[in-house]
């Protein structure tokens, strides 16, 4: 079991440890911040759905398209559609499981809590990153097509590229600060368990 004047070190070689175990005081905090994700799962339900069944709809009308019009880039494109979707629906169902987790808990349990909520961050933000390296490897193949039948788009596929690779870039970055928050997480989790062991 985790010792609480064991430090934590960073991925930086820092040492870092709590200043006070103090149950009360954590909670607290945690119970604050909490409330705010719990505001963001929410607003992440109330877009997600209707966004998550507009890409099935809009993705199977493309690939509808392209079957009866013979635009061949447009199952590319219809396709990467569907999956993204499907990425998407499974982002919506681990925001929909949290939240029945969350309902669950007791109150007591808040840092077990946070640290479920940081889980389910990091698997979200993977689903957007396997979003983004779908929509690059479909987006350059539906180019390929295009070339081969002689109908280059108008728009460089470089443009497209950038912005997906600027996307990635920031998921990446939101995924490196998620999973140091959520190794702090579990290290205040294990220092405050044997802190109460201790006074038992």
Same mark, same amino acid.
């Given at each position: ?26 909670? +607290?905090?945690?119970? +604050? ?26 993705? $199977? ?23 993204? +979707? ?81 996307? $990635? ?11 140091? +928050? ?19």
């Amino acid at each position: 079991m985790t010792n609480p004047r064991d430090p934590y070190w960073d991925e930086l070689g820092v040492a870092w440890r709590p200043a006070d175990t103090d149950t009360s005081a954590v909670i +607290s905090k945690l119970k +604050s911040r909490m409330r705010r994700q719990s505001l963001t799962i929410m607003a992440g339900l109330w877009l997600g759905l209707p966004a998550t069944a507009a890409g099935f709809l809009i993705g $199977a009308m493309t690939l509808w398209t392209a079957w009866t019009t013979g635009t061949w880039n447009f199952l590319t494109r219809g396709s990467a559609i569907l999956i993204i +979707s499907i990425l998407a629906a499974r982002g919506v169902w681990l925001l929909l499981t949290f939240r029945s987790i969350g309902n669950e808990k007791p109150p007591g349990d808040t840092l077990t809590l946070a640290v479920a909520s940081s889980q389910h961050t990091l698997a979200i933000i993977r689903l957007a990153l396997a979003g983004c390296i779908i929509a690059a490897v479909f987006g350059l193949f539906g180019t390929a097509v295009r070339y081969s039948t002689g109908s280059p788009p108008a728009l460089s596929p470089v443009i497209d590229m950038g912005v997906l690779a600027i996307f $990635a870039i920031a998921l990446t970055l939101w995924f490196r600060q998620v999973k140091v +928050s959520l190794s702090k997480l579990q290290y205040l989790a294990g220092a405050i368990a044997s802190e109460e062991a201790d006074r038992q």
